[in-house]
């Protein structure tokens, strides 16, 4: 299946937070693009809080989220203490709908 990300980028009027909301799906693979969006919120100004919100994602694979989150720490110890940037997931991660269908299919068929 083709696992998208898709992602918005929302900055508050103020210039004090950010929020990468996610919308299509987070994997061991396309985690590493949220990288450069959220250095480039980072850098917009000094102390900037960004969030990566997960919440709204279609499907999250498991280890993407541990990989992102330590990617997102590394990233943020080499630019400095200038800001703060949070993994926002939900308690239980969403399944690719692709492998329900597919599950679904197989029981009928069976």
Do not use: F
Not at 27 to 53: F, Q
């Amino acid at each position: 299946m083709d696992h998208k990300l898709r992602v918005l980028v929302r900055l508050d009027v103020d210039r004090t937070a950010a929020v990468i909301a996610v919308n299509g799906c987070l994997t061991e693979i396309n985690y590493r693009a949220l990288l450069p969006i959220a250095r480039r919120a980072c850098a917009l100004i000094g102390g900037l809080s960004v969030t990566v919100d997960l919440t709204g994602a279609r499907h999250i694979e498991g280890n993407s989220i541990d990989s992102l989150e330590r990617a997102l720490s590394l990233m943020s110890a080499s630019m400095g203490a200038s800001g703060k940037i949070m993994v926002q997931a939900p308690s239980m991660l969403p399944v690719c709908p692709a492998l329900t269908l597919s599950r679904q299919m197989q029981e009928v068929a069976a």
